[in-house]
């Protein structure tokens, strides 16, 4: 053998010899990048209850089982100074910000209902003419509507298309080519439209017919699953019965006041255990259902029926599913959220959590799920309960608001500056204000002052002023809540415990950039995530970039958080 060609052998065997040892290198770092980034997940499980404030959990631990909040806590990250920072903490704006990681001013849900300035009226946020409803029943009895933001809505078609920003789902979807199975599914509809984001599926629960509903943004006709879960009509089961405490009362730590008179009468479910659903028929039975710990479970049942039936998590492709639990919050609203009622639908709650638990652990496995636990937003007491308790609160007549700003009006040579209000926003007469020729930011500022002056208003904020203000740190609050077009002329913020309406069919309402509406958990458990409970200030605008982080993804396009490090390993 000639050396050149022992040689060309020896290169040769040198050559393979690097490959194989490149091959192994680049195999094991992908493996690495692999098991940090992906296919271990098959499934994101975000879990969102609706109004429990960030002291709930701590508050009615006793009565926990261990599978349910307790091994999300034992298991997970807790953050428990979690924070939201924009202003009007309503259902839409928390859960849409959860989702993209941004605030209102970015992602366009400024409120649950927002004055519609071109059409001269109120509009509900996600509704969508073009979208309508798929029905799912011939006939029903239309239900009597007791939210008092869809009441406001001016049609029954859904979808995200008024959502600016694209949600944590929407980038899954990009990431995995469209492969990633995404749902948001919810008692209320807003909240599963706000999750799914502008690709995934939604579904909610309809109060007029106790069914689970979609829109024809997502299908043209229903799944036959969903249809077939309908076809049961679980909810029905319910009529003719009533809401009973589960366990021992003395058990409750708010065992001793039931019978509290500022509490809601829902007309006939009563302020005290029992409250009796009613019967099939009557316009609030489904309502009433909504109002009680039935709402989760059926949302429960059908969301198993979901990840059976579109077999999500079963292969290395990540599948997303939203839950967000509807009741915690529509209870506060009728008996608040130191009643024993609430206590009650938080403990039931952590019983669906641990059913919810053991079956994904069944089916998907938990090893290969992502739990993602948070809420939209908190909860005030009434101001009747607070002034027991010694606090200054109350009531403020919206309308009282209205007359003050036209009395402004009047001194500039206005008569009706006020378009509209609807708490928080107050929207003004651009056309009247132009046509006096002043400048308007001084008229919106003098309208400011004189609400800022009013007993239970701490601090009234005029759009136009927002850019050059500085000093006061709620300001920052009201600003992330501007949206050009969709935020009224002037921000009114109530004194803390203070309500900006009157006592109607509801008696509790959230909204105010106090701690107690901001305040909510965050909570991250799954593979590879230890132990910890963090005090440190949070803000759910952090969610879905640590969400995205954790997955190996970039943040959702228009994210302003930051990823939460603990959760990253
Ligand atoms: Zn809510």
């Not at 913020?493 to 900006?500: A, D, V």
Request: hydrophobic residues 40%.
């Amino acid at each position: 053998m000639r050396v050149k060609e022992i040689k060309a052998i020896f290169m040769s065997s040198f050559t393979y010899l690097l490959i194989v040892v490149l091959a192994i290198f680049v195999g094991s770092n992908a493996s690495i990048v692999n098991a940090q980034t992906g296919p271990e997940i098959r499934l994101v499980l975000q879990i969102t209850v609706d109004g429990l404030r960030g002291d709930l959990l701590n508050r009615y631990q006793a009565g926990f089982g261990k599978d349910g909040f307790r091994y999300l806590m034992k298991k997970g990250i807790v953050y428990t100074n979690a924070q939201y920072q924009h202003a009007n903490t309503e259902t839409i704006v928390g859960h849409t910000t959860l989702a993209t990681g941004t605030f209102p001013s970015q992602h366009g849900m400024i409120g649950n209902v927002w004055f519609d300035r071109e059409a001269g009226e109120l509009s509900y946020n996600i509704e969508d003419a073009d979208a309508p409803l798929l029905p799912t029943r011939e006939e029903s009895v239309k239900g009597e509507q007791l939210d008092p933001s869809q009441k406001l809505s001016r049609t029954q078609g859904r979808s995200p298309r008024v959502i600016l920003a694209p949600t944590f789902s929407d980038g899954l979807a990009a990431y995995y080519g469209g492969r990633s199975k995404i749902f948001g599914i919810s008692g209320k509809d807003r909240s599963a439209v706000a999750m799914a984001g502008q690709t995934g599926k939604a579904f909610w629960f309809s109060t007029d017919t106790g069914d689970y509903v979609t829109s024809t943004y997502y299908y043209d006709a229903y799944p036959k699953w969903v249809s077939d879960w309908n076809g049961q009509r679980l909810a029905e089961n319910y009529a003719g019965k009533k809401w009973e405490l589960a366990d021992d009362i003395s058990t409750y730590l708010l065992g001793g006041q039931d019978d509290r008179p500022y509490e809601v009468d829902l007309k006939g479910y009563g302020r005290v255990f029992p409250h009796p659903f009613g019967e099939l028929g009557d316009k609030l039975f489904y309502t009433r259902l909504f109002v009680s710990p039935v709402n989760n479970r059926l949302l429960l049942d059908f969301s198993k029926t979901l990840v059976k039936n579109e077999n999500l998590g079963q292969d290395a492709i990540p599948d997303y599913l939203a839950i967000s639990f509807s009741a915690v919050d529509a209870i506060n609203h009728f008996f608040g959220p130191s009643s024993l009622e609430n206590e009650e639908v938080v403990r039931q709650l952590d019983r669906n959590l641990a059913d919810l638990f053991r079956f994904i652990d069944k089916t998907v496995g938990l090893k290969h799920t992502l739990i993602v636990l948070s809420a939209d937003h908190g909860m005030a007491d009434m101001p009747e309960y607070m002034t027991e308790l010694g606090f200054a609160a109350g009531r403020f007549d919206p309308d009282d608001i209205v007359v003050s700003a036209n009395k402004v009006g009047k001194q500039f040579g206005i008569d009706e500056v006020v378009r509209f209000f609807f708490r928080p926003y107050l929207y003004l007469d651009d056309e009247k204000i132009a046509a006096i020729n002043l400048d308007q930011a001084m008229i919106e500022q003098a309208i400011a002052s004189a609400l800022t002056d009013a007993k239970g208003i701490t601090l009234a904020v005029a759009g136009s002023s927002l850019a050059t203000q500085k000093g006061n740190p709620l300001l920052k609050s009201v600003r992330r809540n501007n949206h050009v077009s969709r935020s009224g002329n002037i921000y009114v913020i109530q004194e803390p415990y203070w309500f900006l309406f009157e006592k109607g069919p509801i008696a509790v309402m959230h909204g105010s950039p106090w701690r107690y509406d901001t305040h909510v958990p965050i909570i991250f458990a799954g593979p590879g995530i230890k132990t910890q409970t963090v005090h440190r200030l949070v803000h759910p605008v952090d969610v879905a970039p640590t969400i995205a982080a954790f997955m190996g993804m970039t943040p959702p396009a228009a994210a302003q958080g930051k990823a939460l490090q603990e959760v990253l390993r």
